[in-house]
T-cell receptor, first 110, second 113 residues
Framework: DQQVKQNSPSLSVQEGRISILNCDYTNSMFDYFLWYKKYPAEGPTFLISISSIKDKNEDGRFTVFLNKSAKHLSLHIVPSQPGDSAVYFCAASKGEKLTFGTGTRLTIIP | DTGVSQDPRHKITKRGQNVTFRCDPISEHNRLYWYRQTLGQGPEFLTYFQNEAQLEKSRLLSDRFSAERPKGSFSTLEIQRTEQGDSAMYLC???????????FGPGTRLLVL
């Protein structure tokens, strides 16, 4: 049972444009959501998070939006830079355990 | 470097051998987590410790797997009688009580031949 889903395995975006990565979840008990970025042969690096009591959190070029009624969250990166090319994982927590999606590979085209 | 560290970074072993991995968390973090990631999947939760107490274990953690955190600092994950299906990246993360964000180490990539 995949409780956290990232339905787009890959995404290509022109440098300087906005990248939008999407994530859906099924468990309404999740109370915290996080985005991680992962380069090959490295561990996931924390990017940004949002509590279930909020609908938006912004940190520099990164903004996460949460739509609880739709059980959907998205990560916006603007402007996109070549160094943003990586695999992005959405994660949700209930208690101590993080449940991850399968990731979206973002490629920024110069 | 004060991040999470893991050792070794890579391990190749033959089926049936035992392997042990080590994780050193961020020094002020009292919570430590182990995850496993296979190709094309996101990390999957295995177990977590608060200080030296192991508080939760996943169904994924069969009886061939054991994790310890004897002094509430570093942790070890041992896999006995390895199988080819154990081939994966084993990730360690840490956090502080009341902090939702988990910080990950670089992982140990295990290949069982």
């Amino acid at each position: 049972d995949q409780q956290v889903k990232q339905n787009s395995p890959s995404l290509s975006v022109q440098e300087g444009r906005i990248s939008i990565l999407n994530c859906d979840y099924t468990n309404s008990m999740f109370d915290y959501f996080l985005w991680y970025k992962k380069y090959p042969a490295e561990g996931p690096t924390f990017l940004i998070s949002i509590s279930s009591i909020k609908d938006k959190n912004e940190d520099g070029r990164f903004t996460v939006f949460l739509n609880k009624s739709a059980k959907h969250l998205s990560l916006h990166i603007v402007p996109s830079q070549p160094g943003d090319s990586a695999v992005y994982f959405c994660a949700a927590s209930k208690g101590e355990k993080l449940t991850f999606g399968t990731g979206t590979r973002l490629t920024i085209i110069p | 470097d004060t991040g999470v560290s893991q050792d070794p970074r890579h391990k190749i072993t033959k089926r049936g051998q035992n392997v042990t991995f080590r994780c050193d968390p961020i020094s002020e973090h009292n919570r430590l987590y182990w995850y496993r990631q296979t190709l094309g999947q996101g990390p999957e939760f295995l177990t977590y410790f608060q200080n030296e107490a192991q508080l939760e274990k996943s169904r994924l953690l069969s009886d061939r797997f054991s994790a310890e955190r004897p002094k509430g600092s570093f942790s070890t994950l041992e896999i006995q009688r390895t199988e080819q299906g154990d081939s994966a990246m084993y990730l360690c993360a840490s956090s502080s009580s009341g902090q939702e964000t988990q910080y990950f180490g670089p992982g140990t990539r295990l290949l069982v031949l």
